[in-house]
């Protein structure tokens, strides 16, 4: 069974680091690419970026670039997501999710929901 | 690139049937067979109930059934039950990279 277990909740202060991760299992982690995705509260969702962690090659959408660092750990079957300064704006469930077939999101992690505030 | 479009809401009684738009352009939606369509109930992950515009995989009832025409693609829902009250967002690869992907808005489906 494939399943993507993601990190628990966090509560950051605004200017606060903060890396989150998503830990694969039942699958080959290094051959899939593992894609992360906000949901703002009430809101739809958004593609972030994706990463391939058998070599780390990572695509950020242009609307999250140079905001988070997508990496990954193929050691360890780990994929992160990773921000060097929060914001407030930043309060939102992050899902991880695995590509399937054609370009499909097939399993999903339960969540991180991360609140930013002071 | 925006989002796709979608109706904020859709409805229908047990037993009907619904179907839902989204709308994108020819640089998404419309140029690549590769919508996909995700069911998501309150406090829950998505989960993936169509993909490639009109496949269903594993352990999706025959009642979710996708489509498209040029630049829109739907998602069909046969005979209505309660536990399909959910909100439901497509997705289609973007093309602008080989990795690009775009959601709509999402739709939320009320079983009346």
């Known amino acids: 069974e494939v399943q993507l277990v993601q990190s628990g909740a966090e509560v950051k202060k605004p200017g606060e680091s903060l890396k989150i991760s998503c830990k694969g299992s039942?699958?080959?982690?290094?051959?899939?690419?593992v894609g992360w995705m906000r949901q703002m509260p009430g809101k739809g969702l958004e593609w972030m970026g994706i990463?391939?962690?058998?070599?780390?090659?990572?695509r950020y959408s242009p609307s999250f670039q140079g905001h988070v660092t997508i990496s990954a750990d193929k050691s360890i079957n780990t994929a992160y997501l990773r921000w060097s300064s929060l914001q407030a704006s930043d309060t939102a469930m992050y899902y991880c999710?695995?590509?399937?077939?054609?370009?499909?999101?097939?399993?999903w992690g339960q969540g991180t929901l991360l609140t930013v505030s002071s | 690139q925006s989002a796709l479009t979608q109706p904020p809401s859709a409805s229908g009684s047990p037993g009907q049937s619904v179907t839902i738009s989204c709308t994108g352009t020819?640089?998404?939606?419309?140029?690549?067979?590769?919508v996909s369509w995700y069911q998501q109930h309150p406090g829950k992950a998505p989960k993936v109930m169509i993909y490639?515009?009109?496949e269903r995989p594993a352990g999706v009832p025959d009642r979710f059934s996708g489509s498209k025409s040029g630049n829109t693609a739907s998602l069909t829902v046969s005979g209505l039950q309660a536990e399909d009250e959910a909100d439901y967002y497509c997705?289609?690869?973007?093309?602008?990279?080989?990795?690009?992907?775009?959601f709509g808005g999402g739709t939320k489906l009320t079983v009346l």
């Open positions: 990463i391939y962690p058998g070599n780390s090659d990572t």
């Open positions: 020819s640089s998404d939606v419309g140029g690549y067979n590769y």
């Open positions: 490639e515009v009109s």
């Open positions: 997705s289609s690869f973007a093309g602008s990279n080989i990795l690009n992907v775009v």
């Open positions: 999710a695995r590509r399937g077939e054609a370009y499909s999101w097939f399993d």
């Open positions: 039942g699958y080959s982690f290094t051959n899939s690419w």
